[in-house]
């Protein structure tokens, strides 16, 4: 049997290139050095400096977890951390974040790592999961999951089938930008699930539920779902952190679901303790 060369830092750099549909020309342009340096670096003719790696994974978008491997590839040590969240160096991080979800309730809002798997989550959130099976609930939460599982959060959503193709779009712009066989595995799953038999054009409002008053202009596409006979709408804003120097905290983000209508408002506040 044989084992397959590692890939190289060039080889490396000219996959990233060519994902990003980049010449090296205009590649060299965005980094500050000429188009014969980007090809003897990806021929190998050339070795690139640690600072070269670092500014064309930079210049490429490539996600930290791979600009170490950019780095490894070149011969440097890792420059990122991946720390896991539960050490205690990162204390500091878990309670902001536990005070920004505290802070935005009755709202919903959470935090998922580069899988969709929940880290945190408040008290919004779990309201909307009432009532989902044991089986769904039950070991590490995935966002994505819970959602368009048809045993799930699906059948609650009014506009489903809006709302299924913008987060398998979303999924794909990732896996378009990051190729993470995990999350590539995830969309697979995912996106193969049933559709729910209520997924239908969107349902008439519920005759017993609070509703908007007239039409609302939405500025953005909303989640419409049902709970406990009110239909709520939200629209959903991801934050992530500026400049990482952690693969975990580079693959975290925060998703606030903000009220779309004053009736989800009054119908939330109603809620708070």
Do not use: C
């Not at 008290?123 to 999951?145: F, K, Q, T, Y």
């Not at 038999?197 to 953005?220: C, F, K, M």
Request: no cysteine; net charge negative.
């Amino acid at each position: 049997m044989t084992t397959a060369a590692p890939l190289t830092v060039g080889a490396l750099l000219r996959t990233w290139r060519e994902r990003r549909g980049l010449s090296q020309l205009e590649l060299a342009g965005r980094a500050d050095s000429s188009s014969r340096h980007i090809s003897f670096v990806e021929t190998g003719r050339s070795r690139p400096s640690e600072e070269m790696v670092l500014r064309l994974a930079d210049r490429l978008e490539v996600p930290v977890r791979d600009r170490n491997a950019l780095l490894l590839a070149a011969g440097y040590a890792p420059r990122y951390a991946h720390t896991p969240l539960g050490d205690p160096s990162m204390e500091v991080l878990r309670e902001g974040l536990e005070r920004l979800l505290t802070g935005y309730e009755p709202y919903p809002a959470l935090v998922v790592d580069a899988t969709y798997e929940v880290v945190a989550a408040n008290r919004g959130v779990m309201m909307l999961m009432e009532g989902l099976p044991e089986h769904l609930l039950a070991g590490p939460l995935n966002a994505m999951r819970l959602t368009l599982h048809p045993e799930g959060l699906a059948p609650r959503i009014r506009n489903l089938r809006e709302w299924r193709g913008h987060l398998l779009a979303q999924m794909e712009r990732q896996i378009a930008l990051a190729r993470s066989a995990p999350l590539r595995a995830l969309y697979e799953e995912v996106s193969a699930y049933p559709l729910p038999a209520t997924a239908g054009p969107e349902r008439e409002p519920s005759p017993d539920g609070d509703e908007p008053d007239g039409p609302v202009a939405y500025l953005a596409l909303p989640l419409r779902i049902e709970h406990d006979g009110h239909l709520l709408s939200f629209v959903s804003s991801i934050s992530t952190f500026n400049t990482p120097m952690d693969v975990t905290v580079a693959e975290l983000a925060i998703e606030t679901l903000l009220p779309a209508d004053p009736a989800t408002v009054k119908y939330l506040r109603s809620l708070a303790p």
